[in-house]
C-alpha cells in the first residue's frame, strides 16, 4: 500500500547523543516535511524539501538537520544542539498530483531523552 | 497565511451531528480552508478543504459562510472513533509541492456514549 513511513516509533536517546528518524514514502511526492509535536500543542514545522537535494529551514530548525538524497527518502537528525528533543516527531508528503495541497502524514515518532 | 480561532474543546453525543467552528475573518481570496484531524499519537489525517462553496464527502461536510469569514466542518453522525482533535487551516493552494500547513492547537473534540 502507498504511504509514508516512519521508524522508529519509539526512541530512547542519552543527553549529548545524536539520533536519525527515518522517513520513506511510496507516494511519488515532490514535497516532504518534519513536524515537531509537544503535548497539548499543535504541530511545528522543523524543515521541508520541495524537490531532491534541496531543502528549508521551518520555524524551528535549530539543532536539528536533514538530508534529502533521494526523492523516497528523508532522514531528521535530532543533534545534541537540541536543547529539548523530548517531543513527537511527524513526517509528511504532498505532491503535484491531484494539486489539492492535501499533506499525507506517518505515524510518528515518539523521542524521549533520558 | 490567515489565521485561524477555534474553540479548545467540544463534547457531543454519540450518533449526533458535531459542528465545528472556525473564524478566519483574515481570509484572502485565494485562500483555501483545510481541516484536518489528529487521533491521540497518530498523525494527522486530511479530511476535507474548500474555497468558497460547500463541499461534501465520506467524512464530512464543510460549510463556508458567503463572506467566507467562517466555516464549520459537521460530522454527521458522530462515533466514538471521531473523538480527535480537529484542525481549521486557511492557506493558498499551490498546487502540491508546496504544501506547507500551519497546524494551531485546535479543537478537541470528545464524543461521548
Known amino acids: 500500500d502507498g504511504g509514508i513511513t516512519q521508524s522508529p516509533k519509539y526512541l530512547f536517546r542519552k543527553e549529548g547523543q545524536n539520533v536519525t528518524l527515518s522517513c520513506e514514502q511510496n507516494?511519488?511526492?515532490?514535497?516532504m516535511y518534519w513536524y515537531r509535536q509537544d503535548p497539548g500543542q499543535g504541530l511545528r514545522l522543523i524543515y521541508y524539501?520541495?524537490?531532491?537535494?534541496?531543502?528549508q529551514k521551518g520555524d524551528i530548525a535549530e539543532g536539528y538537520s536533514v538530508s534529502r538524497e533521494k526523492k523516497e527518502s528523508f532522514p531528521l537528525t535530532v543533534t545534541s544542539a537540541q536543547k529539548n528533543p523530548t517531543a513527537f516527531y511527524l513526517c509528511?508528503?504532498?505532491?503535484?498530483?491531484?494539486?489539492?495541497?492535501?499533506?499525507?502524514f506517518g505515524e510518528g515518532s515518539r523521542l524521549t531523552v533520558l | 497565511d490567515a489565521k485561524t480561532t477555534q474553540p479548545p474543546s467540544m463534547d457531543c453525543a454519540e450518533g449526533r451531528a458535531a459542528n465545528l467552528p472556525c473564524n478566519h475573518s483574515?481570509?484572502?481570496?485565494?485562500?483555501?480552508v483545510y481541516w484536518y484531524r489528529q487521533i491521540h499519537s497518530q498523525g494527522p489525517q486530511y479530511i476535507i478543504h474548500?474555497?468558497?462553496n460547500n463541499e461534501t464527502n465520506e467524512m464530512a461536510s464543510l460549510i463556508i459562510t458567503e463572506d467566507r469569514k467562517s466555516s464549520t466542518l459537521i460530522l454527521p453522525h458522530a462515533t466514538l472513533r471521531d473523538t480527535a482533535v480537529y484542525y481549521c487551516?486557511?492557506?493558498?493552494?499551490?498546487?502540491?509541492?508546496?504544501?506547507?500547513?500551519?497546524f494551531g492547537k485546535g479543537t478537541k473534540l470528545s464524543v461521548k456514549p
Open positions: 509528511a508528503s504532498s505532491g503535484r498530483q491531484g494539486n489539492t495541497g492535501e499533506l499525507f
Open positions: 507516494l511519488n511526492h515532490d514535497a
Open positions: 524539501s520541495q524537490i531532491v537535494n534541496d531543502f
Open positions: 483574515t481570509i484572502s481570496g485565494n485562500e483555501y
Open positions: 474548500g474555497l468558497k
Open positions: 487551516i486557511v492557506r493558498v493552494n499551490y498546487g502540491g509541492s508546496q504544501g506547507n500547513l500551519i
